[in-house]
Structure formats: C-alpha cells, structure tokens
C-alpha cells in the first residue's frame, strides 16, 4: 500500500514538473518577462542586467524538465527526491508570501498555458510538497524503469535537449503560442464579452511633457500636438469579466487617434511590426523590414509599426534605420504578449492573424514574388499543437534510444573482450 502511495506521488510531481518545464522551455522569454515582473516587485529590477533573468528563466525551465523526468524513470532517485523537496521547500513559502501580498496577479509557474490565482498556485505547492517529502522518506519504493548503468545517459540526456529546445525557442517563437495571439485567432473576436458579463473597465494614460514639465493624460483629454508622447500605459479601473484580449489599443504616435477597429475590420491584408521597446530591437534586419515596407506601399496593403517607447525613442529609430512607416502606441505587456521577439512581425486580415515571423524570418524578396492574394504566404499557416507535441517527443526519445542502443553495444562488446582475456 505504501509503495503504491510512493509512485502515485512520484507520478504527481514528476509530471507537473514535466509539464511546467516544458511550458518553461517553449516559451523562455515569457519566464523571463515573469521574473522581471517578480524583481519589479521586490525593487531589484535596476540591480541586474538583463541576461541575467533571462538564464534564471531558461535554467528554471531546464531544472524542472529534468528533475520531472527523473521522478518518472526512476533515474538516482535519492538525490532527485532531495532536488525535488529543496524546489519545493523554496517555492511553497514564496507563493504563500504572494497570495498574502498579491505584488503580482499570477505566479507564472505554468505560463500562459495554465493561468493560477497566487492562492491557487500555493495549493497546489502544498500538495506538491507532501509528494516530496512522502518521495523523500522512501525513494527506494520508486519502481525504476532503466537499469542503474542507463542512469547517468538520462541525467545529462534531459537537460541537454531541455538546453537547447529553450536557445531555438529564444532564438525564433515559441513552438507552441499558449497566448490569445496564436496564429488562425480572431483579435476582434477574442476582446467579445459573453452577454450579460460585467466588463472590466479600463483606461489608457498617456505621459506627455511640454517644457520640461510632465503630466499624465486620458484619451478623453489628450493634450495638443505641443506636447511630446514620453509613454503609455494601460490600467484596470473597475474589475471585471476579462476577456482574453483585453488591451490592444492601436493610437497613432502623432495624433493620439485610436484605428483599432479600423485596422481590425479591414478586409486587406495588414502587416503589423511589433517592437516593445524601439531602443533594445534588433537592428540586424532592418534592411528587410524597410523592403517589406516598401513592398506593401507598391500592393496597397496597410504596414504600422506598433511600440511603447516615447517619441523621442522613436524618432531616433527612424533616423537610424531610414524608417519611414507609420507608428502607433501600444501597452508594452500586451506587445510582449503578441510576438516573442523584437522585432516581430504578423499579418492580419479582417482582424485574423494569418502568420506570425521573428525578426530573423522575416519574408524577403524570393517568398514576396507577386501579390499575396496569390502566395501561399497570404494564406493562414497551418498549425498543430498536437503535431508539434508528437516532433517534440521524437526529438526526444529517438535520440535516446539511439545512445541507449549504442550503450548496450558498446557493454556488450566490452563484456564479450574481457570474457576472452
């Protein structure tokens, strides 16, 4: 009975490990965002650079995959149970420390896959955390699935291929897009509230400045067009049912119009580059974004450049990288939610996004050969989570079984020589 009770722990925590490294190592940006929401919290945001939550992010990511993985195999299962325990012993008590607190509305421990409340989240750690110490007590009652020699081929195996699943999904999108942003989504559709639903009730502020002085505005007051744009920043007012798009408001950087429903119910084509943040995006590709620009004004189609920074930030974009296309004002979180990466690029038409690139896969002129209406690139790419789960778990346990396979030969042969001396 108690061996019974060992492996169903063990099967509990090993798979929620799995499943929230995986989530982790898919979409590492998205942690990384979340730990810097926590350090903003904790007032340490200006103490580190940025690279620094960044390998926090993919490292978490890495240890949960691994250590998950280990629980299920059976693979050194006392020193795995100790790991598997200290995570919880540290998190338990931060998440409690969160539910009390509430610096941040949610913990982040399975991204946007699985959203928790902070109480929530700490339940969940107090289960957790009884499996741990039930594992602890008798990890010897884990039924083991390889033999001890396979042990050590696993326990480098897992974190490797954890590695650098994260490093391609840092360097291009995330393989799966757990967002309301994700490819064949209607944004006009994913801002609806059910009828009778009480809508949360929000209000966009926009800093401006005017000889030297600074003053917060309302899209109901928006000041002259003597006054410079510094930032903008969406807040709740009134709380209530929220939709999964709640934020993307579109305002032109000049004149403060909000185009979002005109951009949105447009039956043209309409490229959207995102960059959060014009003074930290890549400036490596702005030959081909320039390209692509210009490509739309032959066509007739609609290209904006949506961005948080100020207008001054702005400007020296352009007059570094030649930019002439329009810009328009977003809410920074909700830039970083569309497209993990900066720059990032989607296509829109009638408010659906038809494909999403990374800066590095933006279309160039050998893709962009004539009108879209006539490319497979103006058509909405097809996507499958569950087929992408499937070449995940190839990658995975091919390669495995491969080194597997070659350890087995390779021992065998051993014995085989040792046999005949």
């Known amino acids: 009975m108690w061996k019974a009770a060992v492996n169903i722990c063990r099967f509990i925590l090993g798979a929620v490990f799995v499943f929230s490294g995986f989530v982790k190592v898919v979409?590492?940006?998205?942690?990384?965002y979340k730990i810097q929401d926590y350090l903003t919290a904790f007032g340490m945001s200006q103490l580190l650079p940025d690279i620094v939550p960044l390998v926090m992010a993919m490292s978490l990511g890495v240890l949960e995959f691994s250590v998950g993985t280990h629980?299920?195999?059976?693979?050194?299962?006392?020193?795995?149970?100790?790991?598997?325990?200290l995570i919880m012993l540290v998190m338990t008590p931060l998440t409690l420390y969160l539910a009390l607190t509430n610096p941040i509305s949610d913990c982040g421990c399975?991204?946007?896959a699985l959203v928790l409340t902070n109480w929530q989240t700490f339940g969940k750690n107090v289960v957790l955390l009884t499996c741990a110490v039930v594992l602890v007590i008798s990890p010897w009652n884990m039924v083991r699935f390889l033999t001890k020699k396979m042990e050590w081929t696993l326990s480098l195996y897992a974190p490797v291929f954890a590695f650098a699943l994260a490093v391609y999904c840092v360097q291009t999108l995330p393989i799966i897009d757990f967002r309301p942003y994700r490819i064949g989504n209607n944004i006009r559709e994913g801002m609806e509230i059910p009828e009778g639903a009480k809508p949360t009730v929000?209000?966009?502020?926009f800093l401006m400045e005017k000889d030297g002085e600074r003053q917060t505005f309302t899209v109901d007051n928006y000041p002259d067009s003597t006054w410079t744009f510094v930032s903008a920043e969406t807040v709740v007012v009134e709380q209530g049912y929220e939709p999964p798009i709640h934020d993307f408001v579109m305002e032109e950087l000049e004149t403060g119009e909000d185009i979002t429903d005109e951009v949105l119910d447009d039956a043209n084509y309409t490229f959207l580059l995102v960059m959060h943040r014009t003074e930290n995006a890549n400036e490596g590709y702005i030959d081909l974004i320039n390209e692509l620009y210009d490509y739309c004004v032959e066509h007739g189609y609609r290209f904006l450049a949506l961005s948080s920074s100020s207008y001054e930030a702005i400007e020296q974009w352009r007059d570094r990288t030649g930019a002439e296309y329009p810009f328009c004002i977003m809410d920074d979180i909700t830039l970083k939610t569309i497209v993990r990466s900066n720059p990032g690029l989607l296509l829109l038409k009638e408010g659906v996004i038809l494909n999403k690139w990374c800066d590095s896969q933006i279309p160039d002129e050998f893709e962009l050969t004539g009108r879209l209406e006539e490319l497979p690139l103006g058509e909405l790419k097809q996507v499958s989570d569950l087929r992408t789960i499937g070449w995940v778990c190839v990658w995975f346990i091919v390669p495995l079984a491969l080194i597997v396979l070659a350890d087995r030969i390779f021992n065998r042969h051993n014995?085989?020589?040792i046999k005949k001396v």
């Open 27 to 32: 979409d590492p940006l998205g942690t990384f």
């Open 71 to 85: 629980l299920i195999l059976g693979i050194k299962r006392r020193a795995t149970t100790k790991l598997a325990l």
């Open 110 to 112: 399975f991204g946007d």
């Open 202 to 205: 929000f209000d966009t502020r």
């Open 415 to 417: 014995n085989k020589q």
